[in-house]
């Protein structure tokens, strides 16, 4: 398995509050993606870089924004969290379109 | 990208083969398919894909039909650890877009 980890691993916090999740890769892989899964929902694709200071949407970008200063970290951060914004957040990383995503482990946040 | 349709649950006895199937009848050429799969709260896991030939690895089978229309995931001799949620994904781009997949449950 690649070298990924998402720190905090749990998160509990209030509405209001700003929330900032991080991806740590070891591989040097040149993409990194952040995900969000809901019940009854696969991952969505919040945004994404393809390079350092590199990033674009994905399909649910509203309300988070993304930083990326070095190769291996990437940031997510939601200004201001919101009810919604409960969910489980997946890091992955690749280094081509056509070679295999690797996932983190992943981050359970709840906004109460 | 192309939308997948997969049946939302099967059911597999352990040490039969799995096969798991997927429709994907608007891929275009450049488009491989690929499968992930999710056991329960851990990240997804690549299993394998191709583009039109069928491939194969230590963990499964993929058979793509001629006319890349649909494919078939395999698993040879699924075991208690293969229950999980099987996504089928067509990609072009550096973009995973995952449907709500297929919930394999291997019965002992």
């Known amino acids: 398995d690649a070298g990924i980890t998402q720190s905090p691993r749990h998160k509990v916090t209030e509405t209001g509050t700003p929330v900032t999740l991080r991806c740590h890769q070891t591989e040097n892989h040149r993409y990194m993606y952040w995900y969000r899964q809901d019940p009854g929902h696969g991952l969505r694709l919040i945004h994404y870089?393809?390079?350092?200071?590199?990033?674009d949407k994905g399909e649910v970008s509203d309300g988070y924004s993304v930083s990326r200063s070095k190769t291996e970290d990437f940031l997510l951060t939601l200004e201001s969290a919101t009810s919604s914004q409960t969910s489980v957040y997946f890091c992955?990383?690749?280094?081509?379109?056509?070679?295999?995503?690797?996932f983190g482990p992943g981050t359970r946040l709840t906004v109460l | 990208d192309a939308k997948t349709t997969q049946p939302t649950s099967m059911d597999c006895a352990e040490g039969r083969a799995a096969n798991l199937p997927c429709n994907h009848s608007t891929i275009s050429g450049n488009e491989y398919v690929y499968w992930y799969r999710q056991i329960h709260s851990q990240g997804p896991q690549y299993i394998i894909h191709?583009?039109?030939n069928n491939e194969t690895n230590e963990m499964a089978s993929l058979i793509i039909t001629e006319d890349r229309k649909s494919s078939t995931l395999i698993l040879p001799h699924a075991t208690l650890r293969d229950t999980a949620v099987y996504y089928c994904i067509v990609r072009h781009t550096n973009k995973l877009i995952f449907g709500t997949g297929t919930l394999l449950a291997v019965q002992p």
């Open positions: 870089s393809y390079g350092v200071k590199d990033t």
């Open positions: 191709g583009l039109k």
């Open positions: 992955a990383t690749d280094d081509s379109s056509y070679n295999e995503q690797f």
